[in-house]
């Protein structure tokens, strides 16, 4: 096991490859479905609407955007909130743009010397599970 520091909290735990606590991997489930629910009703909130009826803060509503969890309509202004991290691109979810992912994903290939991409199996979705992506809107 190896010590790492929170990406969340900023504490140290012990861990095999996680980049969050238990602790804070727990909360983060818990804010995720209190918003998932609140947008189910209000689907055109913005972030700050979002954070204030459900009590979750606007870090871990960044965090769930940026970890793909949420995403920004792209209808609605997705750029103010979250741009791409190497070319600084509007985006509606993550941390890079398609474009940027690609060039990375290329690049990892070439380094390692393969030649064809892994193929991807799309999981569905369990029926409620708790887990899953929630569009949030801006206005």
């Known amino acids: 096991m190896e010590i790492k520091q929170c ?3 900023r504490a140290p735990f ?3 490859g996680s980049k969050i606590c238990g602790d804070c991997h ?3 489930d818990e804010d995720f479905i209190k918003i998932r629910e609140y ?3 209000h689907d055109r909130a913005n972030v700050e609407e979002v954070a204030e009826a459900t009590g979750v803060s606007r870090k871990s509503i960044m965090y769930l955007l940026k970890e793909e969890r949420l995403l920004v309509g792209e209808d ?3 750029g103010s909130i979250l741009k791409c991290e190497i070319c600084k691109k509007p985006i509606n979810t ?3 743009c398609v474009a940027c992912k690609k060039e990375v994903f290329s690049a990892m290939q070439e380094s390692i010397g393969a030649t064809a991409p892994p193929r ?3 999981k569905e979705p369990e029926e409620d599970s ?3 992506v929630a569009k949030l809107q801006l206005k």
């Open 7 to 9: 990406d969340f909290c």
């Open 14 to 16: 012990q861990t095999l």
């Open 26 to 28: 727990t909360k983060i």
């Open 39 to 41: 947008l189910y009703d």
């Open 76 to 78: 609605d202004g997705a």
């Open 94 to 96: 993550g941390r890079m």
């Open 120 to 122: 991807r199996i799309k």
């Open 130 to 132: 708790g887990v899953g």
